[in-house]
């Protein structure tokens, strides 16, 4: 129901829009009052770039955050990254990333990212308490933070909007009654926007998610894609849908597509509920850092890894901006 709110298709946005002006009014004043000085925001020692997005619901921007640590530290630059980590309660924070860290105290994305870039990695409510934490254990010569476009208290360097191309703003207005969390004219404030999928504007750097071989929760062992059979899809992210369109677009249709809420974490119970004897159950990357711990032997669970694409001459042009900001 939510999406055909967001996405125009149904006109009960209407009823929800008194709490969507009251949403954009503390939104704007918050802003303002760091525009003003009344506010004011704290600077690194080191150049921090925000990778956000203006709604709410995914639209790639963690693949984003990977594909610059990766570039980043191909170019001999030591890199840190910070997150609020929703979904993920700490003992205390902030917490910096270790290989015994689970989903659960850190959330699953800042643990996919330190898992799949081995870079150093915090997270914290307040977000430049992560960064003082990897300043101080790890050095880093940059800070990516993943997600915080609104965190305005950290002051940034770079802004870099992630858009989903094909559902772009759905109705415009702001949460609840529509996705945005800002409006669509804070992209002439921001540094790069890129857009995942659908047709980029010459303004625009365009991405694709590309994804890689099936993997194997347990053992790590990678197959084609299409040799899975029997398929059961889950996603608990952002926007599911993209996920099952992008296994029916490599040639792999799921007997049964499992759509759960963003960063919501089943029990082992639950997850082999899923699936019949026989049966193949295919997850994201993000959702494998959860489940990983609940495979065994008998467990035919594998992940779908998807790498950001960004081959152009504007995704150069903002590699070699970052590489500035260092140097």
């Known amino acids: 129901m939510i999406e055909r709110i967001w996405s ?11 709490f969507s002006w009251v949403y954009g009014l503390i939104s704007g004043a918050i802003r303002l009052s760091y525009r003003l000085g009344l506010c004011q925001s704290w600077r690194a020692p080191v150049p921090v770039v925000v990778v956000g997005n203006l709604t709410a619901g995914g639209n790639g921007k963690t693949p984003v955050v990977i594909w610059l ?4 530290q191909q170019r001999g630059i030591k890199v840190g990254v910070v997150s609020r980590g929703y979904g993920g309660k700490a003992a205390s ?3 910096v990333l270790s290989a015994e860290t689970s989903p659960a105290e850190a959330g699953d994305e800042p643990v996919l990212i330190y898992q799949r870039t081995r870079a150093s990695v915090a997270v914290a409510p307040k977000r430049s308490a992560a960064v003082q934490a990897l300043l101080a254990s790890a050095s880093p010569q940059i800070i990516i933070t993943d997600d915080g476009l609104q965190h305005y208290a950290l002051a940034r360097d770079k802004e870099i909007v992630v858009i989903d191309g094909v559902r772009r703003f759905g109705n415009g207005w702001w949460l609840p009654a529509g996705p945005m969390r800002e409006r669509a004219a804070r992209l002439k404030t921001v540094d790069a926007v890129i857009v995942n999928g659908g047709t980029a504007n010459s303004h625009e750097i365009a991405m694709q998610l590309i994804p890689g071989e099936a993997i194997h929760l347990l053992n790590g062992s990678r197959i084609p894609l299409q040799q899975l059979s029997d398929v059961v899809a889950m996603a608990g992210i ?53 489940y990983r711990q609940y ?18 001459p504007a995704a150069t042009a903002l590699l070699e901006s970052l590489v500035k900001l260092v140097k």
């Open 238 to 290: 952002g926007h599911p849908p993209r996920f099952f369109n992008t296994l029916v677009n490599a040639g792999v249709t799921p007997v049964k597509t499992v759509a759960l809420a963003d960063h919501q974490a089943l029990s082992e119970a639950e997850i082999n509920a899923l699936i019949q004897p026989g049966q193949t159950l295919l997850m994201t990357e993000k959702d494998a850092v959860k």
């Open 8 to 18: 125009g298709k149904s006109r009960l946005y209407l009823l929800l829009l008194p």
């Open 295 to 312: 495979a065994d032997t008998e467990s035919d669970w594998w992940y779908l890894p998807v790498d950001a694409q960004l081959d152009t």
């Open 93 to 95: 924070y902030p917490l």
């Open 69 to 72: 640590v990766e570039q980043l």
